[in-house]
């Protein structure tokens, strides 16, 4: 009996332990089964059309002197100033830019010196009246047909109120997401708990029916109207 003593007691060991694994492994399955939870992904679309617009244009003339330079551009700008008021524009509407000068260099030899000078004045239109701005930009081609060498860039459609909109368009997704938990729980005969996190994503601002987006945000000024997105992961308990 006593040379079976060391036997029996490693048998009871043995068993105290597989006992409270066996304890440990079920009150496990227990806390897992009362952090059961899904989360599911909400989103909102709404149509805007763009309340504001941005324009920029710009005109350089280039002389042998600073004063020939001048010049034509005193003449250019002069020109734009007068098309831009006559084409619509008001002239708090438009933003005239100082004179940007750059000498310009020879080649080979004459690497080291000036042998012109090119200025440039920019012109920036910012206006809250969208229709009458896009038709001036419309008409700016008739400046290059008089010979003025225009460059200007695509205007900028932008929407001001989207502050405003934020709110809204995530209590909708949020709305969304919780519909389609209720819809995959109920399916599979749990019952909804309570609210547990969300994760609220970045607003997409693009063209309509785009399909593009970026994990930084997309802020499109290329169209005038435009669909904003907002997307939310929400995460419910489950019962």
Request: glycine share 8%.
């Amino acid at each position: 009996m006593l040379a079976r003593l060391p036997l029996l007691l490693g048998l009871a060991f043995i068993s105290i332990a597989l006992g409270l694994g066996t304890y440990e492994l079920a009150d496990g399955i227990r806390n897992r089964g009362n952090q059961d939870s899904i989360t599911v992904t909400g989103s909102a679309k709404r149509s805007i059309v763009s309340d504001f617009v941005i324009w920029d244009a710009s005109v350089t003339s280039q002389g042998a002197t600073p004063q020939a330079a001048s010049r034509a551009l005193a003449g250019w700008a002069d020109r734009i100033r007068s098309f831009l008021r006559d084409a619509g524009a008001r002239d708090d509407e438009v933003n005239v830019q100082p004179i940007e000068t750059e000498t310009v260099s020879g080649r080979g030899k004459l690497s080291n010196t000036v042998v012109a000078f090119r200025l440039t004045r920019s012109f920036e239109v910012r206006s809250a009246r969208v229709a009458a701005i896009s038709t001036v930009i419309e008409k700016s081609a008739s400046l290059l047909g008089e010979g003025i060498p225009l460059a200007a860039d695509p205007p900028q459609y932008v929407y001001t109120r989207l502050a405003e909109l934020r709110p809204r368009l995530l209590a909708e997704a949020t709305r969304d997401a919780l519909g389609r938990a209720r819809a995959v729980v109920g399916a599979t005969g749990g019952h909804l708990g309570r609210l547990r996190g969300v994760d609220v994503g970045v607003f997409q601002v693009t063209p309509p029916n785009s399909t593009e987006v970026s994990d930084y945000g997309v802020y499109d000024t290329s169209t005038l109207a435009k669909d904003v997105t907002s997307v939310v992961n929400v995460t419910f308990a489950v019962h």
